[in-house]
């Protein structure tokens, strides 16, 4: 059956519900229903936050019941393939099929390998009537995208790592260090570039930078959207030897939400300081830190650090997106490089895949901000 008129509108509907509720719903994906009449009516509708358990199917079931409607015959638009596994909660498959809906709309499949597919296959093995949206439309991407950190990590057992810098029209970071003031951010950008920059924030599980760059900004690296979320923004420091300082801003406002990666011959000494400061700590490599994040329900981890650390994560291939950010200035052939290992951002932009490109005013001029994948996360 083709596609009806409405049925975009409506998709697009749970897909603004899905990312309205995406703060709540980590470590499972963002996911919006609307149900619907034949004729249009919209009968009730539901996002998924996961400490109320209800996937997005319930909650909207749940509130066409607390209006006195039938859903007899209905239609649900969902933003990701209706689950048809008993997890937390019963299969959403199993209830659309009582609930005795006549046809699913679906954005995108589940990218679970376990379970891809089979929530599809036990709709129209119940008689419903199942659309799904190709990956290469609107909604289609729109969807995936939404979702891009849990289809990430629930393959590769570690956080979706998107890695942000701001740089100048040469590609550098910061002027050089002798001619800034001693832990005095530079800003290259404007407001409006730096509040997208806190949309990505509010948007990911965690943050990381390293320990350069709090000796040398003093950073507080906090979510300042303003909006509400499920759990803080864990924040993340790359700090083999525990050199953070105690009086620095991560730790004067530690409360379970800063972690410090250290190496296995950190000082004992300063461990014992840090930790009774309210910081917590774990020992080990890269590889094993995105392991300790993926099983503490990490999903998406934010990278906003220095050459070292950007270097040091394009070079292990683990980073898998990049967001660049481009200000109308030169820094000069002294300043601080995007990358410690060479690496050149403009190198980088030419390898990305499925590259958007925004403006964002700053005085007379713009910003520039590039996006785009280093590895597919739905491949």
């Known amino acids: 059956m083709p596609w009806l008129p409405d049925d975009e509108r409506f998709l697009h509907h749970a897909l603004t519900l899905a990312a309205d509720a995406a703060a709540f719903a980590s470590p499972n994906p963002a996911v919006g229903c609307v149900l619907t009449t034949a004729s249009g009516q919209v009968l009730g509708e539901g996002a998924h936050h996961y400490d109320q358990r209800d996937h997005a199917e319930i909650a909207a079931l749940k509130q066409a019941a607390a209006l006195g409607r039938s859903v007899q015959g209905a239609t649900a638009y969902v933003t990701l393939e209706p689950c048809s596994i008993t997890g937390r909660t019963g299969p959403c498959a199993d209830a659309l099929i009582s609930a005795g809906i006549a046809r699913c709309v679906i954005a995108t499949a589940d990218p679970n390998p376990a379970v891809h597919g089979n929530g599809i296959a036990k709709l129209r093995a119940a008689g419903i009537e199942v659309e799904v949206a190709t990956p290469t439309s609107p909604l289609g991407q729109q969807a995936r995208r939404l979702n891009d950190a849990f289809a990430f990590s629930i393959v590769h057992g570690r956080p979706f790592v998107t890695l942000k810098a701001a740089l100048s029209t040469d590609g550098k970071l910061a002027p050089p260090p002798a001619s800034r003031m001693s832990t005095a951010p530079h800003w290259l950008t404007g407001e409006a570039a730096r509040a997208d920059v806190q949309q990505l924030r509010h948007a990911s599980d965690a943050i990381l930078t390293g320990i350069g760059t709090v000796l040398a900004d003093n ?95 394009l070079n292990l291939q683990l980073a898998d997106k990049l967001v660049l950010y481009f200000a109308e200035s030169e820094l000069g052939p002294q300043a601080v490089p995007f990358a410690a290992n060479g690496l050149s951002p403009f190198a980088l932009q030419e390898t990305l895949t499925s590259p958007t490109r925004t403006t964002f005013p700053h005085g007379n001029g713009e910003d520039i901000r590039i996006t785009g994948y280093l590895h597919d996360p739905w491949k």
């Open 219 to 313: 950073p507080s690296l906090t979510d300042r959207t303003g909006l509400p979320r499920r759990r803080p923004l864990l924040r993340i420091v790359l700090d083999s030897q525990l050199r953070t300082p105690l009086d620095s801003q991560l730790i004067r406002t530690a409360s379970d939400d800063l972690l410090l990666l250290a190496s296995h011959d950190a000082p004992q000494a300063n461990e014992q300081q840090l930790l009774a400061a309210g910081a917590q700590i774990f020992r080990g490599t890269f590889a094993e830190a995105l392991q300790h994040l993926h099983t503490l329900g990490l999903r998406s981890l934010l990278i906003e650090a220095g050459p070292t650390v950007n270097g040091a994560f």
